[in-house]
């Protein structure tokens, strides 16, 4: 009987596995290369000290080294369930990504979301990406990418409003979210929509910790264009402080790409302040950029990303980036990479991701790497 039932057993999983390949994928994008930097700086506080010229190894020179799972299951009558698992790791090391928590890591520290699709739409639950990241990546010709794009920039409002770098909880605006809830609407004439709640989960005040946004886009005849609105409460609450329930971080983004044969423009203004803080913070983002494919295998795209400080004339900063891809294969992509920003005053505007510059310096940046993707 023991053999029977152990026979049983390893068939049903044999089974259950066999259906589970069908719907369930592993899949990933391994992304490496060289880089050179004039100034580096030990943290993003606009005060750090140069601390000279640096080179080495760079992890995610265009997306960042990611592996996930995915998987879906066709319910009937147009419903399917869906999750996804994803996270973030470096090449250099081997190490896993941040997570909220400063100091953390995780395993997937990206993408933990279970979900539901139909004729109403998409519902998401988890951890997941910010609807106000697709605005970003959809009217961008560097595609948000990890080096002289409009994320980039974005992030040096961040950094000015005394984002650490040791958290994707971030101040103006966030790229992952946890304890989400995300809608996206099925598209009409071209338009859909992205709505997002995130549970503060503070007890005594449902608003502290809380973020919601929203974002309009719309996709047809080669224009993507984007509207976007990002509203966070008490995002910086330290652990044993009051609960205030206070807007203390918001983003608003407009933003267009258009595309003509081998051609592509973008363009888009944004502005991101501390509502509670607004004399102090409270920056303006401009943008601009250009992409041509000249064949099927190779493209350059070129952009330049303006940032100024409302509270004080002398902070602003002017970053041009431009860069090559050749696709080697269907999955395989070899990139070169060249950036050079103005800062003054104190601003601290990054060329690529994660890598401190000297506050109120010109810097360049050159990278070249590859990508493989499976």
Do not use: C
């Not at 992952?176 to 004439?189: D, I």
């Not at 267009?256 to 920056?283: A, F, M, W």
């Amino acid at each position: 009987m023991l053999r029977t039932f152990a026979f049983t057993t390893l068939t049903l999983g044999l089974s259950v596995a066999s259906h589970a390949a069908s719907s369930v994928r592993i899949y990933g994008t391994v992304d490496s290369g060289l880089y050179y930097q004039s100034t580096s700086a030990a943290s993003f506080n606009p005060s750090a000290a140069d601390k000279g010229s640096v080179y080495g190894l760079k992890d995610g020179g265009v997306n960042s080294s990611i592996w996930g799972v995915s998987g879906k299951e066709d319910l009937g009558s147009g419903y399917s369930a869906h999750f996804k698992f994803q996270g973030a790791f470096n090449t250099k090391n081997g190490a896993t990504g941040i997570t909220d928590v400063a100091g953390s890591t995780s395993v997937f520290n990206q993408i933990t979301s279970v979900g539901l699709t139909g004729p109403f739409g998409d519902l998401n639950v988890g951890r997941q990406i910010a609807p106000m990241a697709f605005a970003l990546f959809y009217t961008d010709v560097r595609t948000a990418s990890n080096f002289g794009s409009v994320r980039t920039a974005w992030n040096s409002l961040n950094y000015r409003a005394g984002f650490p770098g040791t958290t994707t909880r971030k101040y103006i605006g966030g790229l992952f979210e946890s304890n989400a809830l995300v809608y996206t609407s099925p598209k009409y004439g071209g338009f859909y929509v992205m709505g997002e709640y995130t549970f503060g989960e503070v007890a005594g005040n449902s608003k502290s910790g809380s973020r919601r946004s929203a974002v309009l886009l719309y996709s047809k005849d080669g224009l993507n264009a984007a509207a976007a609105y990002y509203a966070g409460y008490d995002t910086a609450l330290a652990a044993g402080s009051t609960p205030t329930g206070k807007m203390d971080n918001r983003y608003i983004y407009l933003g267009g790409k258009y595309t003509t044969g081998p051609l592509s423009v973008s363009t888009s203004i944004s502005n991101g302040q501390n509502p509670d803080r607004v004399k102090e913070i409270n920056l303006n983002l401009y943008t601009i950029g250009v992409g041509y494919k000249f064949t099927p295998t190779f493209q350059m795209t070129s952009s330049v990303f303006y940032t100024k400080d409302k509270n004080n004339n002398i902070n602003k900063s002017t970053l041009f980036s431009i860069g090559g891809e050749y696709q080697l294969s269907k999955r395989t992509a070899f990139y070169a990479q060249l950036g050079h920003v103005n800062n003054e005053g104190t601003m601290n505007q990054e060329i690529a991701f994660a890598m401190p510059v000297a506050p109120g310096k010109k810097t360049t940046t050159t990278n070249l790497g590859i990508r493989h993707t499976f």
